[in-house]
């Protein structure tokens, strides 16, 4: 009987091999029809893509909260939202996991401090994984801090920074954390960055939570926030928006 199988495997293995050799004679052979991706109609300009959810367009900051969930207090004004300093973070109130992430920020105009103390706030995905903000426009840091940077983990490929004041975007692609259920780490998070249009992280593996001091590890969660850090910069964010993947 198990002569008989592994004759079957056999045979049926080379059956595929050859067929796969064989030269197709039509073009339909190797066509897929099924599934037919869903329509998106992609933003002009500034809007969102019509399958996005835009976290925030400027008008108000109905989606975030503070990190005690009350409602957020950083700075509305000409569009944008800015850092109030001692305020602490603001949060999304959705979850999510994997996603697509667009966001505008601008570093202050005028230029105070230097290394981490010039223009520095940050974007937490799920809450956990710091995607560097700073002014790095002239400005000297450790190179796993500086904008771009995955806290601490992973140096950006280039420095694309635009001068202070100036409106500049990250767009980034980010795939969740998986865990086993003993807690256990099964498949780091992966994220990829551009940066003003310039790729700065090419897929790469997050270690752990992005610590400010001593290594990054894990700990299980599932979706979480989008968070902003109040680091005491005035710095300013607008045009925020997610797509779930
Ligand atoms: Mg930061």
Redesign the pocket.
């Known amino acids: 009987m198990k002569k008989v199988f592994s004759f079957v495997v056999v045979a049926l293995t080379s059956c595929m091999i050859l067929n796969a050799q064989q030269p197709q004679k039509n073009p339909e052979s190797t066509e897929t029809w099924e599934p037919v991706p869903p329509i998106v109609t992609p933003g002009e300009g500034p809007q969102a893509p019509s399958d996005a959810v835009v976290l925030f367009n400027g008008s108000n900051l109905d989606q975030w909260t503070n990190s005690k969930g009350e409602a957020a207090t950083w700075t509305l004004e000409g569009g944008a939202v800015t850092v109030k300093p001692g305020t602490g973070t603001i949060q999304t109130k959705q979850l999510f996991g994997d996603c697509q992430l667009h966001i505008e920020f601008r570093e202050p105009s005028v230029v105070k401090g230097e290394s981490q103390g010039r223009g520095?706030?940050?974007i937490f995905l799920q809450g956990n994984y710091?995607l560097?903000?700073?002014d790095c426009y002239n400005n000297k840091t450790y190179s796993n801090g500086q904008t771009g940077s995955i806290?601490k983990q992973h140096i950006p490929l280039v420095n694309a920074c635009k001068k202070p004041g100036e409106w500049q975007t990250y767009d980034v692609v980010y795939t969740a954390p998986k865990f086993g259920e003993s807690g256990r780490i099964v498949t780091p998070a992966y994220i990829t960055v551009l940066h003003n249009g310039v790729l700065i992280q090419n897929h790469v593996a997050i270690w752990g939570h992005t610590e400010y001091i001593g290594y990054p590890a894990y700990t299980k969660h599932g979706k979480g926030p989008l968070v902003l850090?109040d680091?005491g910069d005035l710095v300013s964010f607008r045009n925020i928006w997610i797509r779930e993947l």
């Open positions: 520095n706030s940050g710091e560097q903000v700073l806290y850090q680091h």
